[in-house]
């Protein structure tokens, strides 16, 4: 049976232009799913106006409970006091708050929506909360308290992250190749410390990696351990499975066999996919599939599309950008000045990595086309075994070593080809061999005749 709870959180973060289309493929035929959805949408909405219009300073009271309704600015939650929303999805929202006692300090506070605390959100939650808990890292948001409203609804509170997504710090701040490639070690290093403590994370994405400032140095901070599994134990002593036919994640991130939502166990190869996939979009500016045309399609072709074909290099993707968006004349050899809709090309991206398109090709050209494809690859045994040997090949590349990433033999790319192209490999084998019937049968009918 379809996620509900899944579903209304992955259609919630969608633009209202986008959700239609994935409703299609999300609900399918089942119309009560669909309507279900829509109206639980509509009450969301709803209450999101309510809420921006209060009739009254503070939070809204139920007069026949006498308890807050809503939190907001200024409502205090045990020992912190909320000073302002900075994160909201379809279950849960994150506000910057004040520990008043016994230090005052700016932290981050996690509560579960008003309305969304059902068994599985809760379980879900409770399970963010101690997978957090279970991990000391310096590149992992900590977890320093807990607790419950007076209505019951739980909530977490972390260290405040102040920081962007590692994606537009990079962007923000013109890092180069070997820059970005450093601040992305460090990212592998914390999820190889989720992975020792048994936790995969399943929703890598440059919004869950944030990046802050210690110092002046940026250290990057992974965050949003909200779908993360557990492999060896139970997060919680509450019921907590990922349903039949669930999809959990962030399909432009999401590897083959977290798609497939077959039998398949996810293990933390999962994860090198993902890594994989965000190491990509540091270096190109996008990711190996478009997410436009992923968000438009239905839950079968999205997953036919992760499952089934193959991503460019990274240096071929620079190229096939260059030839779809190509830098509009009189804008120099940056693109300076260049509209949205042009700020995809390759001039724009060389900007941003401080170098020209051309030297950025030959930089990704080799050792980084092998390392981030070894990563993608659909077949999970093929890929990197843990995220510190990702981390270690992208080291041996930086300081001038072999790399163990090499590209697959004549062999394995021929294999693929006709596992991807089954049928037509199959008829293009029957028509060859009607042929060859025919060539050999023409001959030999030659041959009798000439005797």
Not at 50 to 57: G, I
Not at 124 to 152: K, S, W, Y
Not at 198 to 207: A, F, L, N, Y
Not at 340 to 369: E, F, M, N, V, W
Request: proline fraction near 6%; charge should be neutral.
């Amino acid at each position: 049976m379809p996620d509900l709870p899944q579903i209304l959180s992955d259609v919630l973060d969608r633009p209202d232009s986008e959700r239609s289309a994935f409703l299609d493929g999300a609900c399918g035929n089942n119309a009560s799913l669909r309507a279900e959805v829509e109206a639980l949408i509509e009450a969301h909405e709803k209450a999101d106006a309510f809420l921006a219009k209060p009739l009254v300073t503070g939070p809204a009271v139920d007069a026949t409970v006498g308890t807050a309704l809503s939190e907001g600015p200024g409502t205090v939650i045990d020992k912190y006091k909320l000073l302002q929303l900075i994160g909201e999805g379809g279950f849960g929202a994150v506000y910057m708050a004040e520990q008043q006692k016994p230090v005052k300090r700016r932290v981050a506070l996690k509560i579960i929506k008003l309305g969304m605390d059902t068994k599985q959100v809760i379980a879900r939650f409770e399970a963010e909360r101690q997978a957090l808990a279970m991990m000391n890292h310096p590149n992992i948001a900590t977890v320093l308290d807990a607790g419950a409203t007076e209505t019951g609804r739980p909530y977490f509170v972390m260290e405040l992250v102040k920081g962007i997504p590692i994606t537009e710090y990079c962007d923000q701040n013109n890092l180069t190749v070997h820059a970005r490639l450093d601040l992305f070690k460090l990212v592998c290093a914390a999820v190889q410390h989720a992975h020792q403590k048994g936790i995969i994370h399943r929703d890598i994405k440059p919004s869950n990696v944030m990046v802050t400032l210690h110092d002046g140095k940026p250290v990057p901070k992974v965050i949003d351990f909200g779908i993360a599994k557990a492999m060896n134990r139970e997060l919680t002593d509450k019921t907590l499975f990922t349903e039949y036919r669930q999809l959990i994640g962030t399909p432009q991130y999401m590897s083959p066999e977290q798609a497939e939502m077959s039998g398949l166990d996810i293990d933390t190869r999962s994860d090198i996919y993902s890594l994989g996939v965000l190491l990509y979009e540091l270096l190109t500016g996008t990711t190996p599939f478009d997410p436009k045309r992923l968000r438009s399609a239905a839950l079968g072709e999205i997953q036919r599309i992760i499952r089934e074909e193959e991503p460019s290099k990274p240096s071929t993707r620079l190229s096939e950008l260059s030839r779809e968006l190509p830098s509009p004349p009189g804008r120099g050899a940056w693109g300076e000045g260049s509209s949205d809709s042009q700020q995809s090309s390759i001039h724009y991206i060389a900007k941003h990595r401080k170098t020209d398109p051309a030297h950025l090709s030959r930089q990704l050209r080799g050792d980084l086309d092998w390392i981030i494809m070894k990563s993608l690859e659909k077949e999970r045994t093929r890929r990197y075994e843990t995220a510190n040997g990702l981390a270690a090949d992208l080291r041996r590349h930086l300081s001038d070593e072999p790399v163990l990433a090499s590209p697959p033999s004549a062999v394995y790319q021929v294999r693929k080809f006709v596992r991807r192209h089954r049928q037509a490999v199959i008829a293009g084998g029957v028509m060859a061999g009607v042929l060859v019937l025919g060539v050999v049968g023409t001959t030999g009918g030659m041959i009798w005749a000439l005797d």
